[in-house]
């Protein structure tokens, strides 16, 4: 709650106008469309992997990259195609502990986040908020199409935009 409450008092510092607010919101994220079928890069302090299952899962200081993209949490849990016949093909990542996630001039934070690859989605839930450059966006659920670089914003959505006023 302090992240959410700091972020908003740099948006208002920033001399913005009031604040709007809303059901659901539409966004653009990224500057550039994602190519979803570039290669995944995973950095973390651990892995354990469970072969039967065709799963893996990350700890500590995790990082994962793909193109321009980042994501950064505590903990990444990462599904395979084809279970435990699996294939080494990324099909989901769970992202888990102070997610963040990075594209190009914005970045969204969150409790968890869901990157689906074959859909080039990426659910992220639990307080979010999502800036771009001086903006500021929060609400419960952001559900981003890389490969459109657009999002939908749910769950009292709250926003603070920039005066037009020449200041």
Known sequence: MKRLFFAWFL?????LSAPAFAQGANVAFGALK??????VEIAADQLQINQETGK??????????QGEMRLSAAMVEVEYEGGESSTG???RL??????????G????EAREAVYTIGSSQIVMTGDVLLTQGQ????GQKLVVQLDKGTGVME???RTVFKSDGGN
């Open 56 to 65: 893996a899962v990350f700890r500590g200081n995790v990082e994962v990259g």
């Open 155 to 157: 769950g009292r959505v």
């Open 89 to 91: 093909k990324v099909q």
């Open 34 to 39: 994602h190519d979803s079928s570039l290669p």
């Open 135 to 138: 903006n500021a966006l929060s």
């Open 94 to 103: 769970h992202a888990t502990g102070g997610v963040t996630l990075v594209s």
């Open 11 to 15: 948006v208002l510092a920033a001399g």
């Open 105 to 108: 001039a914005e970045a969204a």
